[in-house]
């Protein structure tokens, strides 16, 4: 029998880690840096000159030279400190002055992060230096520091976490009450001390004035580019900066030394201010008005988004019959030499589909006399209805304001000091409680447009007006012009009735029994240049 193959020995490759090397803490040269963290909240046990004198007594009592004393304000312990304003700059292999030791007077003013603890330990041991937490007793030149820090570190983040429930809570219970807990409030609110303590939230009448002047002009059809010049013209504190002042009005320090922000009005802004259904629940805007400005800064951004603020005088209202697409402009250039030799430069402007695919271009000259001329012979002596739309109601506004006016009444009923006024108040109370419950059982109205007419007719309402102006009157009641030329040569044009036109042009039903949709085709209107005429003879769909 023979022996056995004896088995290969199998050799691993040894790998090495990517870890830095530990480069040992040598005292000689030694230079502190002290830092100072602090959040939007604090207490004396945790504010920046308590924080600056226990690293500063630390520096002195092991005689360690300061190089320098860093703050981070207003910075939450949940950002990486290579990333916080003032201690990034020294957080690096070319800091402003070199240093050896990082002092903090806790491991929470430094991180509150397992992760970022553990990365900047590691940072800090690849480069000679050392970090030292006062509080907790930690020098990370010691063997036991990186099992403290990753502990304390760990209860630093749990701590975070149970900060920010209670936080969360106490605002829940605070918004429950009536109270107003400190956070942002909406534009055209203001916080008001309450005289037993608290703070509930009033109106703010110089925000009321400028959200009242934005609703008329949102109203009048202004446009909210309109809107936020005339906030500037007129120096107009935005959202931000407001709440700024106010705070400042708060804590009694004076207002023309606030250092405002760079937050200025912007079209998104508005609107957002103005849609904001909160001015309603205040009482500052009625629904019916706030309804109404949201309908017109929705049909103007219909507009933009249909072409209709082009500069020409059927942008918008010129579409494709196919794809219901608004027609592209475009101005074709032709350089002609005449006979003499002289340059002649002639201009053409058409109209075409923005797909390309629903037919060639059309001239405008050919295109829009035509449009103008069918529009006269439909609707010139229909008469003109206005639209106001009538928005459902629930009578949420009145029975918002009394149920206010309740919590500012039952709050003076542990104030009250006798038996008497607690009876008194009790009984304005239940009236506005049967108040309440009769305005909720009104019916509800369920709103919708109404058909407001008018003593003009269409000839009359079009006549002093301009092209721009006869353009977006069309597009405000959703009048557009369908009109297509076929590649066989034929056409197809019409007038395409508006939405709800059966309530605001009854007069158009013979129109409409002629035709098969909501289009009145008046193909038979087109003209024709003479050199096309015999050739392309107009069809009706």
């Given amino acids: 029998m023979s022996a056995p193959t004896p088995r290969k020995r199998r050799r691993f490759k040894k790998q090495d880690s990517e870890r830095p090397e530990v480069v040992p803490f040598i005292p000689d040269g030694d230079a502190a840096l002290c830092y100072v963290r602090q959040s939007h909240f604090t207490d004396e046990s945790t504010s920046g000159a308590t924080q600056a004198r226990d690293t500063h007594r630390w520096a002195n009592a092991y005689g360690v030279p300061i190089v320098a004393t860093v703050e981070d304000l207003h910075v939450s312990g949940d950002l990486e400190p290579e990333k916080r304003g003032g201690l990034k700059a020294w957080l690096s292999d070319a800091p402003p002055k070199p240093w050896k030791t990082l002092i903090v007077s806790k491991l929470d003013r430094l991180v509150r992060n397992v992760v970022d603890a553990l990365r900047l330990l590691e940072w800090v041991r690849a480069r000679g230096k050392r970090l030292i937490c006062i509080a907790e007793g930690i020098d990370s030149s010691n063997s036991m520091a990186e099992f ?236 003109v209805r206005e639209r106001v739309i009538l928005p459902p109601t629930t009578h949420a506004n009145e029975i918002a304001k009394l149920e206010r006016e309740y919590g500012k009444i039952m709050s003076g009923v542990a104030r009250a000091k006798s038996a008497t006024d607690r009876g008194r108040i009790m009984k304005d109370g239940e009236k506005i409680l049967a108040d309440i419950d009769t305005l909720r059982a009104l019916p509800i109205d369920p709103g919708g447009v109404q058909w407001v007419p008018t003593d003009r007719t269409w000839q009359e309402e079009l006549a002093g007006l301009s092209s721009e102006d006869r353009r977006l009157r069309w597009l405000e009641l959703g009048f557009t012009f369908a009109v297509q030329k076929r590649y066989d040569g034929s056409w197809s044009a019409g007038w395409r009735l508006p939405d709800g036109w059966q309530e605001s042009m009854p007069e158009l039903a013979k129109w409409y029994d002629r035709n098969t949709g909501a289009t009145v085709d008046v193909a038979d209107l087109l003209i024709q240049p003479p050199a096309e005429q015999e050739q392309l003879k107009p069809h009706q769909d």
């Fill in 148 to 383: 403290l820090i990753t502990l304390i570190a760990a209860f630093a983040r749990m701590e975070r976490e149970r900060m920010r429930e209670r936080f969360i809570d106490a605002k829940a219970r605070l918004k429950e009450a009536g109270r107003w807990g400190g956070e942002g409030h909406v534009y055209g609110t203001m916080p008001v001390e309450l005289p037993g303590g608290g703070w509930i939230l009033g109106l703010d009448q110089y925000a009321v004035k400028v959200l009242h002047s934005l609703s008329k002009m949102a109203r009048e059809g202004k446009m909210l580019t309109e809107m936020r010049d005339w906030l500037t013209d007129n120096k107009v504190l935005a959202p931000r900066n407001r709440q700024m002042v106010l705070a400042a009005q708060r804590r009694g320090e004076d207002v023309a030394k606030v250092q405002l922000k760079e937050h200025g009005w912007s079209v998104t802004v508005i609107r957002r201010v103005l849609a904001n259904p909160d001015l309603v629940e205040f009482g500052i805007l009625e629904p019916a008005e706030q309804a109404e400005i949201i309908a017109r800064l929705d049909e103007r951004a219909m507009r933009k988004k249909r072409g209709s603020n082009k500069p020409y005088g059927f942008s918008g209202v010129l579409v494709c019959p196919e794809c219901l697409e608004p027609l592209w402009h475009r101005i074709a250039h032709h350089d002609r030499t005449l006979s003499d030799g002289r340059a002649v430069e002639y201009q053409y402007n058409y109209w075409q589909c923005p797909s390309k695919k629903h037919g060639p271009a059309m001239h405008a000259e050919q295109i829009e006399p035509v449009a103008e001329q069918a529009f006269y012979r439909i609707f010139a002596m229909v008469p």
